[in-house]
């Protein structure tokens, strides 16, 4: 096998006749797409090749069992970390009762529009919650730093198989967007059922008693569910699910987040910059990324959503929360980013361990009574409207006479982010936001909204290194963001698949006589 790379200008791809010449005759595979903009922009293609007896390596997913009647594994949550925990599940002959605190995904998008254009907020049934989790609305993003986690083929090709594009196997930077995602995660449900697992939606979890072997999950609309075992995958916003198990006395400990704004550019802006003037129709939204170490704490850039829009996140009444997603195309007008400041556990007195999640809320408090208090006859009267600050001043201490443009729908208040952050989240922001080294960057036409808050879990459930069990509970699995795993679409999935696999590592399930397996009782 040998590899070779070709190279051509923006808007072409590489020639059938260039292909061949560079395999000399080898039987060739295409395994990188990728736009190198370091100088002239361009796209770099990499490519294998196989000579006689050499085929590439193929990559077979996990065949799915019929587990109709099989010991009951109680999957607290349909985000990334709870679906492929249950694809695995079913590959070990084991039966996943996915127990979702929200709507299904379809349901889920009528009261994300009551959220943005009315002000509706349902608690469950946001972007936070619901089938497909956060991640089902944040444009997508496929790619981690993280490798040591498993095998990340294993979530890509899977996402094929249930209607992704197969783009996503070869891009460098893979995403599939928010107006595809939904129909992926309907049909992993359908397949998840069909092969005898159970999803029950509006059931969020109120109580877990009992011991490994046999739990019983009681939800807030009575039903309860008897399980085997537990995976507890819950998504990094579920502080009711952090308060239960503090109020049992079981561990749980302070987990460093970051806190910050969400930045919109002009895209035209980040793409002149990026591209060196030479962006043009048909060539994808240009990125940027930037980590900076001011003060001691990190300061970085985070979910960049080229050509995307900006959404209300809040999962509470009373807090101002945003994110940033973007649709397959990003083809909007701006590009967001969360540009966010490190706090660790000692940033927050106390000893608490849900110091930190008590610090977020208290800062998405703070953005919203400001709007309330502040809201002006021409601002805009939707109860999410974000407090706002242009780039330039922000960094000087000053509040912006007027605002630009923005996709956020609820509307924006000109407000003194500079003095609503907490001084060590703006005093940093302050000192990066000039040094950013993307010329146009640092520009009055950029607009700060507070807050960008749920980067990861405030909180981790402690769990046994080897095992993965938490450390309170046997047979219970803290999992994927909420618990303090991963962060981002494809690390917690793999963590998913980690925890299902340690479910299926004892033995004694073989011989486990279960009850109705995950029926109300």
Same mark, same amino acid.
């Given at each position: 096998?040998?590899?070779?790379?070709?190279?051509?200008?923006?808007?072409?791809?590489?020639?059938?006749?260039?292909?061949?010449?560079?395999?000399?005759?080898?039987?060739?595979?295409?395994?990188?797409?990728?736009?190198?903009?370091?100088?002239?922009?361009?796209?770099?293609?990499?490519?294998?090749?196989?000579?006689?007896?050499?085929?590439?390596?193929?990559?077979?997913?996990?065949?799915?069992?019929?587990? &109709?009647?099989?010991?009951?594994?109680?999957?607290?949550?349909? %985000?990334?970390?709870?679906? !492929?925990?249950?694809?695995?599940?079913?590959?070990?002959?084991?039966?996943?009762?996915?127990?979702?605190?929200?709507?299904?995904? &379809?349901?889920?998008?009528?009261?994300?529009?009551?959220?943005?254009?009315?002000?509706?907020?349902?608690?469950?049934?946001?972007?936070?919650?619901?089938?497909?989790?956060?991640?089902?609305?944040?444009?997508?993003?496929?790619?981690?730093?993280?490798?040591?986690?498993?095998?990340?083929?294993?979530? @890509?090709?899977?996402?094929?198989?249930?209607?992704?594009?197969? $783009?996503?196997?070869?891009?460098?930077?893979?995403?599939?967007?928010?107006?595809?995602?939904?129909?992926?995660?309907?049909?992993?449900?359908?397949?998840?059922?069909?092969?005898?697992?159970?999803?029950?939606?509006?059931?969020?979890?109120?109580?877990?008693?009992?011991?490994?072997? $046999? !739990?019983?999950?009681?939800?807030? $609309?009575?039903?309860?569910?008897?399980?085997?075992?537990?995976?507890?995958?819950?998504? &990094?916003?579920?502080?009711?699910?952090?308060?239960?198990?503090?109020?049992?006395?079981?561990?749980?400990?302070?987990?460093?987040?970051?806190? %910050?704004?969400?930045?919109?550019?002009? +895209?035209?802006?980040?793409?002149?910059?990026?591209?060196?003037? +030479?962006?043009?129709?048909?060539?994808?939204?240009?990125?940027?990324?930037?980590?900076?170490?001011?003060?001691?704490?990190?300061?970085?850039?985070?979910?960049?959503?080229?050509?995307?829009?900006?959404?209300?996140?809040?999962?509470?009444?009373?807090?101002?929360?945003?994110?940033?997603?973007?649709?397959?195309?990003?083809?909007?007008?701006?590009?967001?980013?969360?540009?966010?400041?490190?706090?660790?556990?000692?940033?927050?007195?106390? $000893?608490?361990?849900?110091?930190?999640?008590?610090?977020?809320?208290?800062?998405?408090?703070?953005?919203?009574?400001?709007?309330?208090?502040?809201?002006?006859?021409?601002?805009? +009267?939707?109860?999410?409207?974000?407090?706002?600050?242009?780039?330039?001043?922000?960094?000087?201490?000053?509040?912006?006479?007027?605002?630009?443009?923005?996709?956020?729908?609820?509307?924006?208040?000109?407000?003194?982010?500079?003095?609503?952050?907490?001084?060590?989240?703006?005093?940093?922001?302050?000192?990066?936001?000039?040094?950013?080294?993307?010329?146009?960057?640092?520009?009055?036409?950029? @607009?700060?909204?507070?807050?960008?808050?749920?980067?990861?879990?405030?909180?981790?459930?402690?769990?046994?290194?080897?095992?993965?069990?938490?450390?309170?509970?046997?047979?219970?699995?803290?999992?994927?963001?909420?618990?303090?795993?991963? %962060?981002?679409?494809?690390?917690?999935?793999?963590?998913?698949?980690?925890?299902?696999?340690?479910?299926?590592?004892?033995?004694?399930?073989?011989?486990?006589? &279960?009850?109705?397996?995950?029926?109300?009782?």
């Amino acid at each position: 096998m040998k590899e070779f790379e070709i190279s051509c200008p923006l808007g072409r791809e590489p020639r059938l006749k260039e292909i061949e010449a560079k395999a000399g005759g080898m039987k060739w595979v295409l395994r990188r797409r990728s736009i190198d903009a370091r100088r002239e922009p361009c796209w770099r293609y990499r490519y294998e090749a196989y000579g006689p007896g050499e085929e590439p390596e193929a990559f077979v997913l996990p065949e799915l069992k019929d587990v &109709h009647g099989a010991p009951a594994v109680a999957v607290v949550g349909a %985000g990334p970390a709870g679906l !492929f925990a249950a694809l695995r599940l079913l590959s070990l002959g084991l039966k996943p009762v996915i127990l979702e605190r929200g709507k299904d995904v &379809h349901a889920r998008k009528a009261d994300m529009a009551a959220l943005s254009v009315s002000g509706v907020l349902h608690p469950d049934s946001n972007y936070c919650y619901g089938e497909g989790g956060a991640g089902a609305f944040s444009d997508g993003k496929l790619y981690t730093r993280s490798t040591k986690r498993g095998d990340i083929r294993e979530v @890509l090709y899977a996402l094929v198989e249930f209607g992704a594009s197969p $783009d996503i196997l070869i891009d460098a930077h893979p995403h599939i967007g928010s107006d595809k995602l939904p129909a992926i995660v309907e049909n992993i449900r359908r397949r998840i059922v069909e092969k005898g697992g159970e999803y029950h939606f509006n059931s969020r979890v109120t109580e877990i008693s009992g011991a490994d072997g $046999d !739990f019983t999950l009681t939800c807030a $609309d009575g039903a309860s569910y008897r399980a085997w075992k537990v995976i507890l995958a819950c998504g &990094h916003s579920a502080r009711d699910i952090y308060e239960l198990l503090l109020s049992k006395g079981w561990a749980l400990e302070a987990k460093g987040f970051a806190l %910050g704004v969400r930045v919109e550019h002009p +895209q035209e802006k980040i793409n002149w910059h990026q591209y060196h003037g +030479q962006w043009k129709p048909g060539v994808p939204a240009a990125e940027y990324s930037f980590v900076e170490q001011v003060d001691g704490r990190g300061v970085f850039s985070f979910c960049m959503c080229p050509g995307g829009i900006l959404v209300p996140s809040s999962t509470e009444e009373g807090t101002v929360v945003l994110n940033g997603m973007s649709n397959s195309a990003r083809n909007g007008k701006f590009a967001n980013a969360g540009v966010v400041v490190s706090i660790e556990p000692e940033d927050v007195p106390g $000893d608490s361990p849900l110091r930190l999640a008590d610090f977020q809320r208290g800062v998405e408090r703070d953005m919203y009574r400001w709007c309330t208090a502040n809201r002006g006859k021409g601002d805009p +009267q939707h109860p999410f409207a974000a407090p706002a600050q242009r780039m330039e001043d922000f960094c000087l201490g000053k509040v912006s006479k007027a605002m630009p443009p923005t996709s956020y729908h609820p509307g924006v208040i000109s407000a003194p982010l500079h003095s609503l952050l907490p001084p060590m989240v703006a005093q940093r922001l302050q000192k990066v936001f000039p040094r950013v080294k993307l010329r146009g960057y640092y520009t009055n036409a950029a @607009l700060l909204l507070g807050v960008e808050s749920r980067t990861s879990s405030p909180v981790r459930i402690p769990r046994d290194p080897e095992s993965l069990e938490y450390l309170s509970v046997p047979g219970l699995y803290p999992c994927g963001e909420g618990a303090g795993y991963s %962060g981002g679409i494809v690390s917690s999935a793999l963590d998913g698949i980690r925890c299902a696999e340690a479910c299926g590592a004892t033995s004694r399930w073989e011989s486990y006589a &279960h009850p109705a397996a995950g029926t109300e009782s």
